[in-house]
Protein backbone atom coordinates (compact mmCIF):
# COMPACT_ATOMS: atom_id res chain seq x y z
CA UNK A 1 0.00 0.00 0.00
CA UNK A 2 1.43 3.42 -0.68
CA UNK A 3 1.32 6.00 1.74
CA UNK A 4 -0.19 8.97 0.89
CA UNK A 5 2.12 12.42 0.56
CA UNK A 6 1.03 14.26 2.87
CA UNK A 7 2.98 17.41 4.34
CA UNK A 8 3.21 15.65 7.59
CA UNK A 9 5.29 12.97 5.61
CA UNK A 10 7.94 15.62 4.54
CA UNK A 11 8.39 16.56 7.58
CA UNK A 12 9.30 13.78 9.85
CA UNK A 13 10.82 15.70 12.90
CA UNK A 14 7.45 17.55 13.16
CA UNK A 15 7.59 16.38 17.10
CA UNK A 16 10.97 17.85 17.87
CA UNK A 17 10.05 20.85 15.95
CA UNK A 18 6.96 21.31 18.45
CA UNK A 19 8.59 20.84 21.37
CA UNK A 20 11.23 23.01 20.72
CA UNK A 21 9.38 25.95 19.49
CA UNK A 22 7.24 25.90 22.98
CA UNK A 23 3.88 24.90 21.44
CA UNK A 24 3.95 21.33 23.22
CA UNK A 25 5.41 20.12 26.25
CA UNK A 26 7.49 16.63 26.29
CA UNK A 27 4.54 15.10 28.28
CA UNK A 28 2.40 16.40 25.41
CA UNK A 29 4.44 14.76 22.92
CA UNK A 30 4.79 11.61 24.69
CA UNK A 31 0.97 11.23 25.23
CA UNK A 32 0.46 12.01 21.21
CA UNK A 33 3.21 9.08 20.32
CA UNK A 34 1.58 7.08 22.54
CA UNK A 35 -2.25 7.83 20.67
CA UNK A 36 -0.96 7.28 17.23
CA UNK A 37 0.57 3.50 18.09
CA UNK A 38 -2.89 2.77 19.57
CA UNK A 39 -4.43 4.18 16.71
CA UNK A 40 -2.41 2.33 14.18
CA UNK A 41 -2.67 -1.16 16.13
CA UNK A 42 -6.18 -0.93 15.56
CA UNK A 43 -5.30 -0.45 11.55
CA UNK A 44 -6.39 3.42 11.96
CA UNK A 45 -3.78 5.67 9.61
CA UNK A 46 -2.65 7.89 12.52
CA UNK A 47 -0.53 10.92 11.66
CA UNK A 48 1.21 12.78 14.84
CA UNK A 49 -0.46 16.17 13.18
CA UNK A 50 -3.67 14.25 13.61
CA UNK A 51 -3.04 12.32 16.96
CA UNK A 52 -1.89 16.48 18.54
CA UNK A 53 -5.84 17.40 16.67
CA UNK A 54 -7.25 14.63 18.32
CA UNK A 55 -6.05 15.17 21.23
CA UNK A 56 -6.31 18.88 21.83
CA UNK A 57 -2.85 19.66 21.93
CA UNK A 58 -2.73 21.71 19.25
CA UNK A 59 -4.75 23.70 17.32
CA UNK A 60 -5.39 23.62 13.16
CA UNK A 61 -3.71 26.63 12.77
CA UNK A 62 -0.57 26.16 15.30
CA UNK A 63 -0.02 22.60 13.36
CA UNK A 64 -0.31 24.33 9.76
CA UNK A 65 2.12 26.90 10.71
CA UNK A 66 4.52 24.56 11.93
CA UNK A 67 4.40 22.08 8.96
CA UNK A 68 5.05 25.03 7.18
CA UNK A 69 8.10 26.48 8.66
CA UNK A 70 9.18 23.20 8.50
CA UNK A 71 8.94 22.83 4.90
CA UNK A 72 10.46 25.87 4.44
CA UNK A 73 13.77 24.91 6.30
CA UNK A 74 13.68 21.79 4.35
CA UNK A 75 13.82 23.37 1.27
CA UNK A 76 16.55 26.12 2.21
CA UNK A 77 18.32 23.28 3.21
CA UNK A 78 17.84 21.59 -0.36
CA UNK A 79 18.78 24.64 -1.71
CA UNK A 80 21.91 24.96 0.03
CA UNK A 81 22.79 21.90 -0.88
CA UNK A 82 22.07 22.18 -4.34
CA UNK A 83 24.26 24.91 -4.40
CA UNK A 84 26.79 23.11 -2.61
CA UNK A 85 27.03 20.21 -5.09
CA UNK A 86 26.86 22.70 -8.19
CA UNK A 87 29.84 24.64 -6.90
CA UNK A 88 31.22 20.78 -6.07
CA UNK A 89 30.61 20.07 -9.51
CA UNK A 90 32.06 23.21 -11.24
CA UNK A 91 34.83 23.13 -8.71
CA UNK A 92 35.81 19.73 -9.70
CA UNK A 93 35.10 20.52 -13.89
CA UNK A 94 37.91 23.13 -13.37
CA UNK A 95 40.26 20.22 -11.99
CA UNK A 96 39.68 17.79 -14.28
CA UNK A 97 40.14 20.44 -17.09
CA UNK A 98 43.48 21.75 -15.30
CA UNK A 99 44.48 17.57 -15.06
CA UNK A 100 43.72 17.42 -19.19
CA UNK A 101 45.27 20.68 -19.92
CA UNK A 102 48.61 19.36 -18.03
CA UNK A 103 48.31 16.56 -19.70
CA UNK A 104 47.90 17.69 -23.07
CA UNK A 105 51.17 19.61 -22.08
CA UNK A 106 53.44 16.74 -21.06
CA UNK A 107 52.12 14.83 -24.12
CA UNK A 108 53.31 17.78 -26.48
CA UNK A 109 56.49 18.02 -23.98
CA UNK A 110 57.33 13.88 -24.80
CA UNK A 111 56.51 14.14 -28.57
CA UNK A 112 58.94 17.09 -28.30
CA UNK A 113 61.68 15.06 -26.90
CA UNK A 114 61.16 12.02 -28.70
CA UNK A 115 61.15 14.01 -31.89
CA UNK A 116 64.32 16.24 -30.76
CA UNK A 117 66.43 13.04 -29.68
CA UNK A 118 66.09 11.25 -32.53
CA UNK A 119 67.03 14.06 -34.83
CA UNK A 120 69.86 14.41 -32.68
CA UNK A 121 70.73 10.44 -32.68
CA UNK A 122 70.04 10.53 -36.30
CA UNK A 123 73.54 12.51 -37.34
CA UNK A 124 75.94 10.65 -35.23
CA UNK A 125 74.10 7.32 -36.58
CA UNK A 126 74.52 8.36 -40.26
CA UNK A 127 78.42 8.74 -39.19
CA UNK A 128 78.64 5.54 -37.83
CA UNK A 129 76.71 3.57 -40.66
CA UNK A 130 78.84 5.49 -43.06
CA UNK A 131 82.44 4.30 -41.61
CA UNK A 132 81.00 0.75 -41.47
CA UNK A 133 80.32 0.76 -44.72
CA UNK A 134 83.63 1.93 -45.62
CA UNK A 135 85.70 -0.64 -43.44
CA UNK A 136 83.48 -3.35 -45.04
CA UNK A 137 84.12 -2.58 -48.47
CA UNK A 138 88.26 -2.36 -47.39
CA UNK A 139 87.91 1.67 -48.70
CA UNK A 140 90.24 1.34 -45.24
CA UNK A 141 91.94 -1.47 -45.67
CA UNK A 142 92.13 -5.01 -46.26
CA UNK A 143 89.46 -7.25 -43.19
CA UNK A 144 90.08 -10.85 -42.55
CA UNK A 145 86.79 -12.98 -42.62
CA UNK A 146 86.65 -12.62 -38.72
CA UNK A 147 86.68 -8.82 -39.15
CA UNK A 148 84.49 -8.60 -41.89
CA UNK A 149 81.61 -10.77 -40.45
CA UNK A 150 81.89 -8.16 -37.01
CA UNK A 151 81.43 -5.23 -38.90
CA UNK A 152 78.54 -7.02 -41.15
CA UNK A 153 77.10 -8.13 -37.69
CA UNK A 154 77.54 -3.85 -36.44
CA UNK A 155 75.95 -3.15 -40.29
CA UNK A 156 72.64 -4.73 -39.12
CA UNK A 157 72.93 -2.97 -35.27
CA UNK A 158 72.83 -0.11 -37.27
CA UNK A 159 69.96 -0.61 -39.17
CA UNK A 160 68.16 -1.53 -36.74
CA UNK A 161 68.89 1.73 -34.79
CA UNK A 162 67.81 3.47 -37.75
CA UNK A 163 64.48 1.97 -37.96
CA UNK A 164 63.87 2.80 -34.46
CA UNK A 165 64.52 6.52 -34.78
CA UNK A 166 62.26 6.58 -37.79
CA UNK A 167 59.52 5.13 -35.67
CA UNK A 168 60.40 7.44 -32.96
CA UNK A 169 60.55 10.33 -35.13
CA UNK A 170 56.91 8.90 -36.80
CA UNK A 171 55.53 8.44 -33.94
CA UNK A 172 56.07 12.18 -32.37
CA UNK A 173 54.76 13.45 -35.80
CA UNK A 174 51.36 11.63 -35.04
CA UNK A 175 51.60 12.79 -31.66
CA UNK A 176 51.60 16.02 -33.10
CA UNK A 177 48.97 15.78 -35.29
CA UNK A 178 51.69 16.13 -37.99
CA UNK A 179 51.80 13.43 -39.84
CA UNK A 180 51.46 14.28 -43.55
CA UNK A 181 50.82 11.77 -46.53
CA UNK A 182 52.08 12.26 -50.23
CA UNK A 183 49.24 10.81 -52.03
CA UNK A 184 50.13 9.58 -55.54
CA UNK A 185 48.63 6.17 -57.26
CA UNK A 186 50.16 3.19 -55.86
CA UNK A 187 50.90 -0.18 -57.23
CA UNK A 188 50.04 -2.06 -54.43
CA UNK A 189 51.04 -5.47 -55.90
CA UNK A 190 54.50 -4.20 -56.22
CA UNK A 191 54.47 -2.52 -52.39
CA UNK A 192 53.24 -6.19 -51.82
CA UNK A 193 55.82 -7.76 -53.35
CA UNK A 194 58.83 -5.74 -52.27
CA UNK A 195 57.75 -6.28 -48.51
CA UNK A 196 57.61 -9.72 -49.07
CA UNK A 197 60.96 -9.88 -50.71
CA UNK A 198 62.35 -7.89 -47.43
CA UNK A 199 60.95 -10.17 -44.64
CA UNK A 200 61.67 -13.52 -46.47
CA UNK A 201 65.01 -13.34 -44.71
CA UNK A 202 63.78 -12.71 -41.12
CA UNK A 203 60.99 -15.48 -42.04
CA UNK A 204 63.63 -18.35 -42.86
CA UNK A 205 65.97 -17.13 -40.05
CA UNK A 206 62.98 -18.19 -37.85
CA UNK A 207 62.16 -20.99 -39.54
CA UNK A 208 58.38 -19.55 -40.30
CA UNK A 209 56.92 -20.02 -43.73
CA UNK A 210 56.10 -16.98 -45.44
CA UNK A 211 53.16 -17.23 -47.69
CA UNK A 212 51.12 -14.78 -50.21
CA UNK A 213 48.47 -14.12 -52.63
CA UNK A 214 48.75 -11.03 -54.31
CA UNK A 215 47.27 -10.67 -57.81
CA UNK A 216 48.86 -8.69 -60.46
CA UNK A 217 46.48 -6.88 -62.16
CA UNK A 218 45.19 -4.37 -58.51
CA UNK A 219 44.07 -1.29 -59.37
CA UNK A 220 45.80 1.56 -58.05
CA UNK A 221 45.20 3.56 -54.64
CA UNK A 222 45.85 6.85 -54.16
CA UNK A 223 48.43 6.20 -50.65
CA UNK A 224 51.95 7.35 -49.53
CA UNK A 225 53.83 4.31 -50.52
CA UNK A 226 56.40 4.80 -47.98
CA UNK A 227 54.20 4.70 -45.34
CA UNK A 228 51.55 2.19 -46.51
CA UNK A 229 54.81 -0.07 -47.43
CA UNK A 230 56.08 0.49 -43.78
CA UNK A 231 52.94 0.12 -42.22
CA UNK A 232 52.57 -3.29 -44.56
CA UNK A 233 56.19 -4.55 -43.52
CA UNK A 234 55.60 -3.46 -39.66
CA UNK A 235 52.53 -5.90 -39.44
CA UNK A 236 54.52 -8.70 -41.41
CA UNK A 237 57.66 -8.67 -39.28
CA UNK A 238 55.38 -8.59 -35.85
CA UNK A 239 53.54 -11.77 -37.04
CA UNK A 240 56.77 -13.41 -37.91
CA UNK A 241 57.94 -12.09 -34.42
CA UNK A 242 55.07 -13.67 -32.49
CA UNK A 243 54.97 -17.16 -34.67
CA UNK A 244 56.78 -19.89 -33.22
CA UNK A 245 59.04 -21.85 -35.54
CA UNK A 246 57.69 -24.25 -38.03
CA UNK A 247 54.38 -21.51 -38.06
CA UNK A 248 53.10 -19.98 -41.20
CA UNK A 249 52.44 -16.24 -41.85
CA UNK A 250 50.46 -14.87 -45.39
CA UNK A 251 50.21 -11.67 -46.92
CA UNK A 252 47.18 -11.26 -48.44
CA UNK A 253 46.15 -8.34 -50.60
CA UNK A 254 42.97 -8.77 -52.86
CA UNK A 255 39.97 -6.63 -54.69
CA UNK A 256 37.18 -7.35 -52.57
CA UNK A 257 35.05 -4.66 -54.74
CA UNK A 258 35.01 -2.57 -58.05
CA UNK A 259 36.89 0.28 -55.50
CA UNK A 260 37.95 -1.77 -52.84
CA UNK A 261 41.38 -3.25 -51.71
CA UNK A 262 41.84 -5.84 -48.93
CA UNK A 263 45.11 -6.15 -47.25
CA UNK A 264 45.28 -9.00 -44.49
CA UNK A 265 48.09 -10.22 -42.60
CA UNK A 266 47.43 -13.51 -41.10
CA UNK A 267 49.87 -15.78 -38.32
CA UNK A 268 49.85 -18.75 -36.73
CA UNK A 269 51.37 -17.64 -33.70
CA UNK A 270 50.86 -16.78 -30.32
CA UNK A 271 47.47 -14.78 -30.75
CA UNK A 272 46.33 -11.66 -28.71
CA UNK A 273 44.53 -12.13 -24.88
CA UNK A 274 40.57 -11.05 -25.40
CA UNK A 275 41.37 -8.12 -22.99
CA UNK A 276 44.67 -7.00 -24.71
CA UNK A 277 42.58 -6.21 -28.51
CA UNK A 278 42.32 -2.58 -27.36
CA UNK A 279 45.08 -2.16 -25.82
CA UNK A 280 47.85 -3.46 -28.30
CA UNK A 281 47.58 -0.11 -30.43
CA UNK A 282 48.28 1.91 -27.28
CA UNK A 283 51.96 3.62 -27.77
CA UNK A 284 54.73 2.08 -25.76
CA UNK A 285 52.66 -1.19 -24.85
CA UNK A 286 53.62 -4.93 -24.27
CA UNK A 287 51.59 -7.70 -24.45
CA UNK A 288 53.96 -9.18 -22.07
CA UNK A 289 55.61 -6.15 -20.02
CA UNK A 290 57.59 -8.44 -17.82
CA UNK A 291 61.68 -7.25 -17.35
CA UNK A 292 61.92 -10.69 -18.77
CA UNK A 293 59.37 -11.26 -21.54
CA UNK A 294 60.39 -13.15 -24.19
CA UNK A 295 59.79 -10.85 -27.67
CA UNK A 296 61.86 -7.49 -27.93
CA UNK A 297 60.14 -3.92 -29.17
CA UNK A 298 59.18 -0.60 -28.43
CA UNK A 299 55.15 -0.84 -28.61
CA UNK A 300 55.25 1.98 -31.14
CA UNK A 301 54.76 -0.32 -34.29
CA UNK A 302 50.95 -1.09 -33.99
CA UNK A 303 50.28 2.23 -32.49
CA UNK A 304 52.06 4.11 -35.86
CA UNK A 305 50.37 1.34 -38.21
CA UNK A 306 46.93 2.50 -36.87
CA UNK A 307 48.20 6.00 -37.15
CA UNK A 308 48.99 5.25 -40.76
CA UNK A 309 45.80 3.75 -41.62
CA UNK A 310 43.69 6.32 -39.87
CA UNK A 311 45.35 9.42 -42.03
CA UNK A 312 44.72 7.63 -45.25
CA UNK A 313 41.05 7.18 -44.08
CA UNK A 314 40.95 3.75 -43.45
CA UNK A 315 40.28 1.53 -40.17
CA UNK A 316 42.45 -1.12 -39.06
CA UNK A 317 40.52 -4.87 -37.62
CA UNK A 318 41.83 -7.77 -35.67
CA UNK A 319 40.93 -10.67 -35.23
CA UNK A 320 42.55 -12.60 -32.80
CA UNK A 321 42.63 -16.10 -31.00
CA UNK A 322 44.83 -16.59 -27.87
CA UNK A 323 47.51 -19.36 -28.90
CA UNK A 324 45.59 -19.88 -32.31
CA UNK A 325 46.83 -16.76 -34.57
CA UNK A 326 45.89 -13.59 -35.41
CA UNK A 327 44.57 -12.03 -38.51
CA UNK A 328 45.53 -7.92 -38.79
CA UNK A 329 43.42 -6.58 -42.21
CA UNK A 330 42.52 -2.95 -43.86
CA UNK A 331 41.10 -1.78 -46.41
CA UNK A 332 41.96 0.95 -49.07
CA UNK A 333 39.74 2.62 -52.02
CA UNK A 334 41.16 1.28 -55.35
CA UNK A 335 41.08 3.63 -58.60
CA UNK A 336 39.61 2.69 -61.95
CA UNK A 337 43.24 2.16 -63.43
CA UNK A 338 44.43 -1.25 -63.61
CA UNK A 339 48.16 -1.99 -64.09
Known sequence: MTTPLTPEVLVPRLGEYLVSSGTITDEDLKKALAYQQEQQAAGKQCYLGEALLELGLVNRRQLD?????????????????????????????????????????????????????????????????????????????????EQRNALQVSQRSAGQLENLIDSLILFSQAARGEMT?????????????DVIRY????????????????????????????KISWAILQLLDNAIKFTPAGGRVALVVQLESDNLIMVAVR??????????LEAIFEPFFQVDGSSTRRYGGTGLGLALVREIISAHGSIIEIN????????????????????
Open 65 to 145: HAVTKQIIQLRNALEDANRFLERRVQERTAELQEALRKLSELSQLKANFVANISHELRTPLTHVKGYLELLVTGALGELND
Open 181 to 193: LHLTPVNLSKVAG
Open 199 to 226: SRIKANNRNVTLEYEIPADLPLVQADEE
Open 267 to 276: DTGIGIPADK
Open 320 to 339: STEGKGSEFRFPLLASKIVM
